[in-house]
């Protein structure tokens, strides 16, 4: 495994690169956010990890530059910014997994094999359809009605998951767990923020309606 560690702390990115070093990784260290884009532009890594608050622009910034570049690789922030506000900023950028300081290396390398092993289970089809709702998982665009639709990365993230198990009811700790990380808490309010929001761009005023919710259960997408 490749991975991209972007962080303007001495001690912390020697430790992180020992501990994955002796797991077998390769790791490319960047201790300032301007050569972080670079490398992350540049070279294929598995896993990127971000600091927030670096030299340069912060971390949320750099992985929004990376997506905006249509860099797919999974991001994970690291941060002791710990609020929901922080945590809903970093995945609003682009960002799939949140973890704070202090960590201990046992969590942050589970999370890395987490994110790593993820991207394969999201994808089965490079074209997923339901009714008149097209999804590219190659060119990541969507269409309804053959009209294009601009969702975020988590918006996508989680419509892929849908589509990609129509008629199967998907529970909060299921989506949080393949959409947005193991550490993320199904208790709050976020998966249902996201899901409004993909349903008011899939759904809103066009029939059939197909994201639906399973009162006690979960979400799911059908033709129902």
């Known amino acids: 495994m490749k991975v ?22 390769m790791v490319d260290i960047a201790y300032d956010s301007d050569i972080g884009e670079k490398l992350a532009l540049r070279r294929k890594y598995d896993v990127i990890l ?36 922080d945590k809903m900023k970093g995945f609003e950028n682009g960002a799939d997994d949140y973890l704070l300081k202090p960590f201990s290396f046992q969590e942050l390398f589970a999370r890395i094999k987490a994110l790593n092993r993820r991207g394969s289970e999201l994808n089965v089809n490079p074209l997923l359809k339901i009714a008149d709702l097209e999804v590219d998982t190659v060119s990541k665009k969507v269409r309804r009605n053959c009209v294009e639709i601009k969702l975020t990365s988590k918006e996508f993230k989680l419509l892929e998951l849908l589509l990609s198990n129509k008629g199967k009811v998907f529970d909060r700790m299921e989506i949080t767990e393949k959409v947005w990380g193991i550490s993320f808490n199904p208790g709050t309010n976020v998966i249902d923020v996201h899901i409004n929001s993909l349903r008011n761009k899939i759904d809103k005023g066009r029939t059939p309606k197909l994201i639906h919710t399973k009162i006690g259960m979960g979400y799911v997408i059908n033709e129902e």
């Open 4 to 25: 991209l560690m972007v962080e303007d702390d001495p001690k912390i990115s020697s430790f992180v690169k020992l501990g994955l070093e002796n797991n077998d990784c």
């Open 50 to 85: 971000l600091d927030v608050i670096l030299p340069g622009i912060t971390g949320f910034e750099l992985c929004k530059k990376i997506r905006d570049n249509e860099i797919k690789t999974p991001i994970l922030m690291l941060t002791s910014m710990d609020s929901i506000e």
